[in-house]
């Protein structure tokens, strides 16, 4: 069985671990600083295995959310000048677009996108009907759709 996790563990690192160093470094802003988070996360993955292989999973948004979890403690870390310029790469901090949504709407897209959640668990959180749940989260992805046809490309 420890055999059979580690061969998971290795084609997980095999298929996901590009897209989540880049997603750790757009973080960090430091090559060796965001290997080093990656290995942490990777180290765990054994231990996560079960539940990164069930069907129904978003493998990539699960080791990113193990990912925050590492990167907790490097944000909390004082002793690092760059904390405001890493505060304002985490995606969720200071987003044009999610600024100009309503606190439900912000609430239904980061659950959905950055907490992987389905939109019928948010509903039974929110105590609402998946049909609004669903209908906040089109209204989100019609505020980032309109803000970014507004942008023009010079």
């Known amino acids: ?13 095999n298929s996901y671990a590009a897209k989540l160093l880049g ?5 960090v802003q430091n090559q060796s600083v965001a290997e080093q988070y990656l290995a942490a996360v990777f180290k765990d993955v054994p ?12 493998v990539l948004c ?8 590492k990167l907790a403690d490097f944000l909390k870390t004082p002793d690092h000048d760059a904390d405001r310029k890493i505060t304002q790469n985490i ?7 999610t600024t100009l949504m309503t606190a439900l709407q912000q609430q239904v897209f980061f659950g959905v996108h950055y907490q992987c ?7 039974k959180e929110l105590n609402k009907t998946e049909e609004e749940i669903r209908k906040t989260l089109k ?13 023009r490309v010079h």
């Open 23 to 27: 997603y750790i470094f757009g973080v």
């Open 62 to 69: 699960h080791l990113q959310i193990m990912a925050r979890q």
């Open 91 to 97: 995606p969720w901090v200071n987003n044009k677009y």
């Open 47 to 58: 231990n996560k295995i079960d539940e990164l292989s069930k069907a129904d999973v978003n």
């Open 139 to 151: 209204e989100c992805f019609t505020i980032i759709r309109n803000g970014r046809d507004n942008e």
């Open 117 to 123: 959640k389905t939109t019928s668990n948010i509903a």
């Open 1 to 13: 069985m420890a055999q059979s996790k580690s061969a998971a563990a290795r084609n997980l690192y």
